[in-house]
């Protein structure tokens, strides 16, 4: 057998690339036929299951979602502020009373707090700006005394005051613009509109260009009047509603000061002075106050593609007579928080575990962001507690997860991985992420391929928000229907999970398979506001509480064949089209740069590794239908599936961000939020090296022959075969 996988991968690395065209555009493929839900399961396993999953479904109630969702969100809590602390002992007792086994992590955090802020035109007349939302008679958490003005953490400490610049979104590709227009940063103070990429890299390009301060406001055609009525009549931005939110962009999640180990009190940390962390002044605001120094505005118009939405001309350079005042000033220390971990320990196989999470933290009160989530969480971990008192546990551990910190830099989620890093790459299944879960009736995920069976057929247990109807009698049916994947008929589509969230730690350094699952669709946003409220919830997301009850019962059918299949319901066949696909996308954004990317001796490999995951797929799906495999092939199949997401680590990392080791997804080094697939290849286009491509397809031939190898392994499991390591991350 060790010859064998050898072979493999000799054969994988061998060659020039050649032979096989580049991919092109194709037809959809004919839908599937539905197959059986249960196939993971012997036949005489398979009503038990389905009588499991009508049980978690039955617990979950609106009235229990509403309770909880008020009790979360009642007050607003930032991560380290008293708040907070109120609410992780909350979290844990409602933990505690459904008999999980709780853990309360204890973090010691780098963080920014706010201490005072202004923002004022100086001249032609001066004028102090608004920075903080105003009191709405209709909405009652608007003047919550522990509501702060609007801030950005981690913004630099000092006074700025300067002419003025206009840079749009505040993208790389922004500032380059401007440097070709002739327009200097040096010395000025840039205002940027949200959207278009992480704030924090905003404030990372404006600093690196010269700027000395800079003003992030909300515009109107991004979230606002020209997207539909404003709150409180409607749900979309007012003209004070102002966007909070974290500007660090350091290469790695997590704490600042502790990369690569957990932020506990006596833990090592570098020197903040050696932590490149923002040092000029930042400061959100709403568009009226935006509008006042953009209308004063006297420069050359904007180009193209850069006019917001208020109304006049936007102009890209201030003149002289137009002078701002910015002052900033925050601390950073030492901070207390926690994550709140609750453990159902799986009946058969304890050791692996399947985590969902959501955090806990909210800029403001947290009622969208993220508390839509964190009701879910509980009323997932609710329905398997329940069924777990009636004796009905499931086989492998739930670990139900609240994690601290997020909004900062992903940093609990991060810690927490930080101090399980071992078990976790020996045993976890998958991690589900519930960030914002409950925002509107339409179901949507983003996903690593081995989870996308599991999930889009997990879909087809749940009716849609309103019931049944003609035309969408299921959750799959109404997503298909509003979201269908172009290359798979009857399919829905998934996206890509890039930064942004609590899955970054999971897939991106433990290679770990992730999904996020949630409902959109509500006709507003209040993101990081004072806004962010139940009221607003009410009015907006509404008061039935549907679409948590129908994300919480897609959650529960996952949770559920993920912990009790007999064979790990993670499908090895998604992994070749995807990449292809991915890859295919990639050669065109190259070939749009000039650059050949040479794929056709890895596009021969990924054939290769299609058919041979269909044909090993096929036959274990045969003899689990046959019941002809025992408790110790099952567990050596389970043991090769597990492991093989782990096959795309490089231990070293990727290039200048070695913290992000998984070579198949990894956030936008430049944006933030957007995913980079393939990230090992798309470095190297970026900067336009040809070595670096070349290694790069070295790297993910080498991936294929790993994935091989363990397609290999389950093949001996399934000749009796005892458990053998394959290759893997180097």
């Not at 994988?12 to 032979?19: N, P, R, T, V, W």
């Not at 602390?85 to 008999?99: C, H, M, P, V, Y």
């Not at 020209?226 to 999640?253: D, K, W």
Request: a negative charge.
């Amino acid at each position: 057998m060790v010859i064998d996988l050898l072979l493999v991968l000799m054969v994988l690395l061998a060659g020039a690339d050649e032979a096989t065209p580049t991919p092109t555009e194709t037809e959809p493929v004919v839908a599937a036929p539905t197959v059986e839900p249960y196939r993971y399961w012997p036949p005489t396993e398979r009503e038990r299951q389905q009588a499991f999953e009508l049980g978690l479904n039955a617990v979950p109630t609106a009235s229990s979602a509403r309770a909880y969702h008020e009790m979360i969100a009642q007050e607003p809590h930032p991560a380290g502020s008293p708040g907070d602390l109120r609410a992780a002992d909350r979290l844990a007792e409602a933990f505690e009373k459904l008999g999980l086994e709780v853990e309360k992590q204890e973090l010691w955090l780098y963080l920014a707090t706010p201490v005072e802020a202004s923002l004022e035109i100086v001249s032609p007349e001066p004028e102090r700006l608004r920075i903080k939302e105003k009191i709405l008679p209709k909405d009652r958490y608007s003047g919550h005394a522990d509501l702060s003005f609007g801030w950005n953490a981690f913004s630099g400490n000092g006074e700025a005051t300067g002419e003025v610049v206009y840079a749009n979104y505040g993208t790389k590709e922004d500032f380059e613009h401007l440097a070709t227009l002739g327009v200097d940063v040096k010395g000025k103070i840039v205002i940027a509109r949200y959207g278009g990429n992480f704030r924090g890299y905003k404030a990372k390009f404006a600093e690196e260009a010269g700027a000395i301060g800079l003003i992030i406001y909300t515009d109107p055609a991004n979230s606002g009047y020209v997207r539909g009525l404003m709150y409180p009549e409607g749900g979309y931005a007012n003209e004070t509603s102002i966007q909070r939110g974290s500007i660090e962009t350091l290469p790695y999640s997590g704490d600042p000061l502790t990369p690569g180990v957990a932020a506990t009190k006596d833990a090592k940390r570098l020197d903040p002075k050696e932590v490149a962390l923002p040092t000029i002044p930042v400061q959100p605001i709403g568009w009226e106050s935006a509008g006042r120094i953009l209308s004063q505005m006297r420069g050359r118009p904007v180009p193209r593609g850069w006019q917001g939405g208020l109304p006049f001309t936007y102009r890209v350079d201030g003149g002289d007579d137009l002078t701002v005042r910015l002052m900033v000033k925050q601390k950073r220390e030492l901070t207390k928080t926690y994550n709140v971990v609750g453990t159902l320990r799986g009946s058969t196989f304890p050791d692996e575990k399947i985590v969902v999470g959501c955090h806990h933290d909210a800029w403001t009160f947290g009622a969208g962001d993220p508390l839509a989530g964190t009701m879910v969480l509980y009323e997932s971990a609710k329905s398997f507690a329940t069924l777990a008192k009636q004796g009905r546990r499931p086989r492998r551990s739930i670990v139900f997860a609240n994690w601290g910190a997020e909004e900062y830099g992903i940093m609990g989620s991060t810690e927490w991985i930080e101090a399980h890093a071992d078990d976790l790459y020996e045993n976890a299944v998958a991690y589900i992420n519930l960030d914002m879960a409950a925002m509107g009736p339409h179901f949507g995920s983003s996903s690593a391929p081995m989870l996308k069976t599991v999930i889009a057929e997990s879909t087809r247990a749940v009716p849609p928000v309103g019931g049944p109807t003609e035309n969408a009698k299921t959750v799959h049916d109404a997503w298909v229907d509003r979201n269908g994947d172009p290359m798979l008929a009857g399919h829905p589509r998934f996206g890509h999970l890039g930064g942004g969230s609590d899955h970054v730690g999971f897939l991106c350094h433990l290679a770990i398979p992730s999904a996020s699952l949630g409902g959109g669709g509500a006709r507003g946003t209040s993101y990081h506001s004072a806004y962010d409220n139940l009221n607003w919830y009410w009015k907006v997301v509404g008061e039935s509480y549907e679409p948590a009850l129908m994300v919480t019962r897609v959650c529960n059918v996952v949770l559920a064949r993920l912990a009790n299949g007999a064979v790990l319901p993670l499908d090895p066949t998604r992994y070749a089209p995807d990449f292809e696909e991915l890859f295919g996308d990639l050669i065109a954004y190259a070939e749009g740069m000039g650059l050949d990317v040479q794929p056709r001796n890895l596009l021969k490999a990924l054939k290769e590794l299609d058919a041979t995951a269909t044909r090993v797929h096929g036959r274990l799906m045969s003899a689990v239908e046959a019941g002809a495999l025992s408790d110790e092939q099952l567990a050596c199949v389970n043991k090769h599936l597990l492991q093989m997401e782990r096959k795309w680590l490089v231990l070293s990392g990727l290039p200048e961000r070695p913290w992000f080791r998984s070579m198949y997804a990894a956030p936008d080094e430049s944006s933030g939020y957007a995913p980079w697939m393939l990230p090992a290849l798309r470095y190297g286009i970026e900067r336009k090296q040809d070595a670096t491509i070349y290694q790069s397809k070295l790297v993910y031939r080498r991936t294929f022959g790993y994935l091989m190898a363990s397609l290999s392994g389950i093949e001996a499991c399934l000749d009796g075969g005892a458990f053998v390591d394959t290759p893997g991350p180097r």
